[in-house]
Each structure stands twice: as C-alpha cells, then as structure tokens.
DNA sequence: CATGAATGAGCGTTCATTCAT
DNA sequence: GATGAATGAACGCTCATTCAT
C-alpha cells in the first residue's frame, strides 16, 4: 500500500475500493478488472485508488489478503480442538474444514488462483505455509506424535503430496460445482486415512 | 486454420509460428500472448499470421492441440500392455504415465489449462474425456472388473476423486520442479494403491 | 455520448473535438476520416475521444446533428411568414431557402448523405421528413388549400418528384460551385412554378 | 491500364477481373472491395490483378467505364431517331431512355457515385459531356432549333438545371425502388414539358 | 506470365496511470 | 485529500501491394 490511511475516513475507502475491487474481479476476470470500473463501483474517482494503491496489482493483492484470512479462519474453525479425538474423526473434520474453506467465494478464488498473474500470487508465503503445516500436523499426529527417526523428509514430502491431492481433488469438485456433495466428502475421508493408516503400518 | 499452406515454405512458416507462439505462451502467458510478440519472435510479420489463423484463439487452439497431443502419447507409452499385471505394478506404471505426461512443457501446460480461455479450449472435453478414462479404467480393475451392484456411480466418482487428487500432486510437485524426485514417485503409488484396496475392502 | 462532460474544461475539449472532426470528414470523406486525425487535428490524444464517444460513428452523428440542425434553420428562416403571399413569390423564397440551406458547408454535407454508412444516420429520417413537409406544403397550398378528391396521393409524389429535381439541381450547382449565380435562381424558380402551375391546370 | 492484354487469353483474363470487379463493388460496397476477394472471385491470382492494373482505383474504374458505356447506350437507344416528333412525344421518350438508362445494374451504380472516391470518378468527363449534350439538344430544339440571340449562355444553364433536376428525381425514385412506377414517368414529363414550354413562351 | 506467401503501415479501440484543478 | 479529464503506448487485426518462385 501506498499510504497507510490515518484517519478513519480514509480508513472506510480504502474498505470501499477493496470491497468493489473484489466483486468487479470475481464477476469480470482478471482480464476485465479495470482500475476505471472499480473506481465507478467504489463510488470514487480513479485518483482515490492510486491515492492508497500504487498499481492496479496491489489492489488484487489486497483482495488476495483478505481472502485468504477468511479461508484460513473457515479452515481453522472446523477442526479447532480436534486434538484428542480418534484419527478418523480428526480426519473427517480436517476435510469439513477444506470443504469449507473453499466454499468461500469460489468464483474470486478460481479468479485469484487461475488468472491474478504471479507477481501478486507469490507474495503469500505465510498463507502458503501456514496452510501446509496444518498437513503437516496431521501427518505428524498420525504416525504417532513427533517426528520419529527418518520422519521429518519422508513427513515433509507425505504432508506435500496429500496436501496437493485434497487440494486438487477439491478444486475439481469446486470447478463442478459439487463441493456441497457428501460422495465428495466420504471419497476425501476415506483417501487421506487409507493414505495415513498404510504409512503408519510402513514404518512399524 | 483460415487457409491450408499449399506451397513448402509457408508450411514451414506455419511451423515456425506456432513454435514460437508456444515460447511465447508458454513464457509470458496468456495476457502477454500478443500477435506482435508471437511474429517477431517467430521473425515474420503480423500479416503472415494472419493468413494461416482467423485470430489469436485459433494459434492457443493449434498450440493446445499438439501439446495435448503429445501428453496422451506419454501417458498411454508408459502404461501401455500392462493389463494381465498384478495392481501394485500396474499402479507404479500408471503413476509413471502421469508423471511422464507432465513433464512435457509442464509450463505451457498451466497457461493452457488455466487462462487460456474456454472458447480456445473446445476441443478440450475430448482430451478430458480420454485422460479420465484412464483413471476409471483403474478405478474399475482394482474392484473387479465390471461394475457391480451400486458399483457404476460410485466407481465414477471415485475416479473423479482420485485423477484430481493425482492430478493436483502432480501439478504442485511440477511447480516445484520436483517431478522427477523418487519420493514423489513412491508416495503417489502409496496414496493411489492404499485408496484403491480401501475401496475394494468395503466392497466385500 | 459515452460520458456528460462535467467540467468546463471538458465540454471545451467536446467542441474541440467536433469542430476538428467536422473539418477531417468534410475534407478527407469518411474513408479517410480516422480517430488519430481526428485526434491530432483537435490537438488532443485519441483517447479524450473515447472519453465522450463511444466510437467513430458517434462522432459523425454528433456532426450531422449539428449540420442538419444548422440546415433546417436555413431553410427556415427564408421562407417564414410566407403564408400569405402570391405563389410566385412563395416559390421565389422557398427557392432561396434551399439554396441557402446548401450553402452551409456542402462538402461536408455531400459526405454526410452520401458516405457515412446508415447506422450513424439513425436521426435522419426525422430531417428528411421534416424537408420533405416543406415540399408537401408547397404542392398542397400550390394546389388549392386542402387535398381534392384524387389529391393527397397524386400531391405526394408531385412533391417527391419536384424535391428531388430541386435537390438534384441544387446539389449539382454546389458541386460546380455556382450556388450563387443568379440563373440558378432564376431557372429554378422557373421549374418549380412551371410544374405547379402545370398541375393546377390539369386539376380542373 | 498498366499493360495491354496482347494475346486473347490476356484479354479474357481482363474481362474475368471486371466481370469479378463489378460483381464485389457492387455487392459488397467500396470498402469491402478488396483486391483479396475480387481475385477469389475471379479465380485468378492477386498478382494478376496487378498485372494489368497499376492498383484498386483502376480496377474501379474499368468498371465505371464498362458501365457508363452501358448507361449510355441504354440512353440512346430509347429516344433514337425522335428528331422530327412533336415536343410532348420526344420527352416521352426522352425520360423513357433516362429511366432506362438508370434500371441498369441500380447497386452497382450507386456504389459507384456514392461511395468510390473523387480520384476514378473525376476522370469521366467524356460521359458527363456526352450525357449534358442531350439535355443541351433537348433544350435547343424545344427553342425552336439553333442557338438564337441571348441563347447559348441561357440555354447552356437551362440544360443543367433541367439534366441535375431529372437526375436527383431518378436517383430519388432509385434508391426508393420506384423506377418502375408509372406516375415517377408522368410527373417527369410534367416537369420537363413545363418547364420547356415556360421557357419557349418566355422567349417570344 | 501466373502464383500466392509475405509484408507492414495503419486502422479502431482500451485502459493504467498522471496531474492540474 | 479528492477529482476526473487527459494521456498515449499497446493491443488485435486488415488489406493493398510486392516479389521470389
């Protein structure tokens, strides 16, 4: 951002002009997220957008931020204290909290991930591994806490894999349109413990 | 294609702008797919690209064609007679044909996958339809060949579930350049084959 | 119009940019009447043109807008009060309004009939039947007043075929540049009175 | 011309071209008259065009000369040989060979005035004198044969108001559809007889 | 002579960005 | 701060014309 906003109108455009921004990028593409189209929406002048933001990809970078709280929230809320329960249970509210997370305007995330060049991608290390570590987590829980002797490589790439896999295998469902399918759910469930319990029997 | 190439040269001109409208996609994206850049890479002018396509579209479209030409060659070439093999040799197989499959110009890949837009992608489903069809092939073997009772429906989606998954595995590790590492490999075989006896576990 | 210019500054451009316009369309004929001259004339970019239109029919039709209105009020302002007068001097002043109606830049009005393609000319048919009026009156009041028995059809095509031969004679002098020459006048009143007095003969 | 067709098959090649020619202009209009489109039509290459016309505009013009040729004779033939009629029954047949002459091809000929540009219509003024010279005959003859005193200057007027009067009026009814129409040709001999008669009765 | 592949200036139009007000 | 008029480089695409074959 080009200007932190220090007063709490500013504070209220800038919302403004993120909140515009992200439905003219979710209904027109990428292709079509006009700087001129956003200020009309926003109800301000194109100026006021370059009053906060210096390009048109810091706006799209916003938008990514706040996206991705939202789904990091959605996913940490289904398997909150989800500590102690049987691995099947872990795992069933592990996947209701991807499913979930992805329910979250799917059409600005197919946006954000699909057409948001990679300049504005990239700079989300911190999503991208506090995403992965909750993988991690799991993979390391079921194998029987921590990381044991040639665990962490192998964990690492376990953990990378199925991250990937769910990920895929949800994104295809969003894509259809069928996140809300309980077929998805049980297919989801059933390939991350078989992939879990044969990993846990390879290293007995 | 707007005119067949009836003399030598310029069937050499249409070669040559279609490998070096490839470069170009597959390095600068669809957004920066221009028509200028796209002939002066190609070292000819505008004009000549436009006596072989109606428009921009129509060089994504010959572009996709040959690539997703050469991936099905890939995928069928390692997995190829390997029907009468037990489930775990098969699966090891079809995971190499994936992988092999992805690592042709795995960047030209994304591009084409995710921003060229649809009207380009038309004679996708084909391709889709076919890459599918492996999965579901597996999918079907490993429970016992033909479809049982409530096999049909279930047996698709599983398919569904599991070429995304692998899918998406695959396109994280390419991301990463990671294709060609073992682990990779291995884990795959391990998600695929432990998802697979799981299903046939609950069949009996 | 795209957009209501709000500022001063911006209606001045809009004048601008129609006036540089007018000029390009009457000098270099619609086949030559491109945005960039347009542009480049009005010493503005081609952009401040898409501001307020939005394409380059538009512009032609904010032209002949202007052009007609500025025609009708020639014409009108000849012949007005008119009424009562013996039919030769009605005759002598119409004429006179016509000719003064094609003395308003008739480059520009030869290529607004003639060039710029229909869509841009949606306006039009109110003009030409609001000319054409001027031509029925003539013929009716020429006539006897009111329309006799076999009168109003007969009167309509007296009064296209007469409006047609004085356009025609009109616009054939101002191509050759000799609106001004007195025998124009002379000759044309001449015509017209000739076959109106013509046709009241054959009436009774 | 840029080369005269010496052998017969040159010259059948030439034909083909402005048989072609007139076949685009008149259908597609000036701006969709291009030299790609006339040489598929022909069945010849573009490079045959230019090999016996230096560019377009020649092309264009073989065409109006081919057709002016036509309009002519259609002229002629209609009012051939009327010298010793009465006035009432050479305008009959005058104004039958003007509605003749403008049934031919009606697209091709208002392509041609309307929209070709200056440079190949300028170029005909054989026709255009040719064309005047009836009207001219027409308007001496009505006087009572030569030129009398004050006659030349005069009548040279009269004949151009009369000829631009006939043509606006056919050109009218042209782009109406109404060249056939029956009252189109009694109105017209209305105006040329009254008008012709008006100037005799003047003169005495 | 005929061919048709190749050219490239030029078209209409868009839109991120600047800056005088 | 806010405005919105102005900018102009860059886009996709056309087509008259040339010239190697």
Redesign the pocket.
Known sequence: MR?A???E??RA?VDVIVEAATRVLARRGW?????????AVA????????????????IAEAIRQRHLDEVLAALSAADDESGALPLGERVGRFVDGVIAAHSIDQALHRVLVDEVPLAARSACPEFEAEYQRRYRVLVATSTGGSAASNGADSADTAARVLSAAVEGAVHAAARRGDLATPALRTELVRLVLAYLRDRQQARE
């Open positions: 200007k906003p220090r007063q109108r500013s455009t292709a079509r997220f006009t700087t001129n189209e956003i200020a109800g301000v002048s194109v100026g006021s957008l370059y009053q906060y933001f210096p390009d048109k990809l810091a």
